[in-house]
DNA sequence: TCGATATCGATGCATTTGCATCTATGTAGA
DNA sequence: TCTACATAGATGCAAATGCATCGATATCGA
């Protein structure tokens, strides 16, 4: 049976899909007036300098950062190439890798957060009190799949 | 002075960004599903359709959906090969053009609503009660720029 | 053990995006 | 009016994305 919306749902995505777009891309703009890599990178480099060194095999940053398989792949290569990431054999499973940070890696992604985090600071923490932080990010956890439980 | 955001704000972003991007991939996976053309060009065919018989110029999509301006030209040159929209020329301004919805792009626009609308009742409508809805939808509204104001 | 199937990651190709710039028309100031 | 500048929209080119598929290894069931 087709259900559709209320009108106030309506309104929470239209304003979750603007506000999003609207607020990546100041963050992303940020980045390149500091000519630093896009947000995808921070993500990533974030990902595996929280992992340590044992690194991630790319199908967990997969899960992690949501983005699809080949887009990881293309990035991993991307950051290679920049000497960010290293690529390791793995011992127990001939068609995978290892995928750890270098130290520029975690250079990099230290002097994006510098840029990064101030936006974040700006553009949400200014916004609303910590209150309303907590009620937003309980809601939000709510649409997410699978909820949040926290 | 600009600090470094509080580990709330930084909860706040990280829910915001997956949220919007999860939800909106699975209305993208949606409608792809039932063969229909991508969000953007909902988007578009739904401000024209708003705008009546007189139309928008191409600026004013630009203003109302966000999408850069080399990407509003291509979108509208797509969607008048598929004869969605027609384009007009405008009397007293011989830049710019008027950008009409057709029937077809009416009828497009209705076929995609019924697929697009159940989505956004699954994904948030069924997910939040009226009252969380009016909240989240009011807290958005503060991380818009401008803020909303209602 | 062997054959079928599943998983990991890469890649060829078409489409889309981003950037810079272009053409054409409008506007404002000397 | 004539010149400089601003605005509307298109576009060439490079980069990124999406889709399908591939090659290689792993796993599972007979």
Do not use: C
Not at 10 to 21: E, F, G, P
Not at 54 to 73: D, K, V
Not at 88 to 107: C, F, M, N, S, Y
Request: proline share 6%; glycine share 8%.
């Amino acid at each position: 049976m087709t259900e559709m919306p209320s009108p106030d749902a309506i309104k929470v995505w239209a304003r979750l899909m603007r506000v999003s777009r609207q607020l990546m891309e100041r963050a992303e703009d940020a980045l390149k007036e500091g000519s630093l890599p896009p947000l995808a990178w921070y993500d990533v480099l974030h990902e595996l300098a929280e992992a340590g060194e044992g690194g991630l095999r790319p199908f967990q940053l997969i899960e992690r950062t949501l983005f699809a398989q080949y887009n990881i792949s293309r990035l991993l290569a991307r950051l290679e190439a920049d000497g960010l990431v290293e690529k390791l054999p793995v011992a127990d499973d001939g068609r995978g890798q290892i995928i750890r940070v270098t130290a520029k890696g975690r250079e990099t992604r230290r002097r994006m957060w510098a840029v990064y985090g101030r936006s974040i600071a700006e553009l949400v923490g200014a916004k609303l009190s910590p209150d309303e932080l907590g009620m937003v990010s309980a809601l939000l956890g709510r649409l997410r799949h699978p909820p949040a439980t926290d």
